[in-house]
């Protein structure tokens, strides 16, 4: 059973940073694109960063140059960078695995991200 558990969330003020941490339990980690998705209070869940297992990155036009995702697979961890953070940046941020050969995906229980102005 795959289980991910996200980390690192908290409450921070305008132009602060925060690194979230996704571990991954019950996987083959190497074979899985990982991203990092988030949802804002009434709104869809969102894409924030993708990781492919090559290292391959895609990131929201929203975030790019102030996110970066990376993954240690030998930890079986995906991580999310997020410096210059604004108000608009709150929300639950989820992580997600998603295995290439089956497209089977799963998501952790969300961690909870919010920018003061």
């Known amino acids: 059973q795959v289980q991910l558990v996200e980390s690192g969330g908290g409450l921070v003020q305008t132009g602060g940073s925060l690194r979230l941490s996704c571990a991954a339990s019950?996987?083959?980690?190497?074979?899985?694109?990982m991203g990092w998705y988030r949802q804002a209070p009434g709104k869809q869940r969102e894409l924030v960063a993708t990781?492919?297992?090559?290292?391959?990155?895609n990131y929201a036009w929203s975030v790019k140059g102030r996110f970066t995702i990376s993954r240690v697979d030998a930890k079986n961890t995906v991580y999310l960078q997020m410096n210059s953070l604004k108000p608009e940046d709150t929300g639950v941020y989820y992580c997600n695995l998603e295995y290439y050969a089956s497209g089977d995906n799963y998501w952790g229980q969300g961690t909870q991200v919010t920018v003061s102005s």
């Open positions: 990781i492919s297992n090559s290292g391959r990155t």
């Open positions: 019950g996987s083959i980690f190497s074979l899985s694109v």
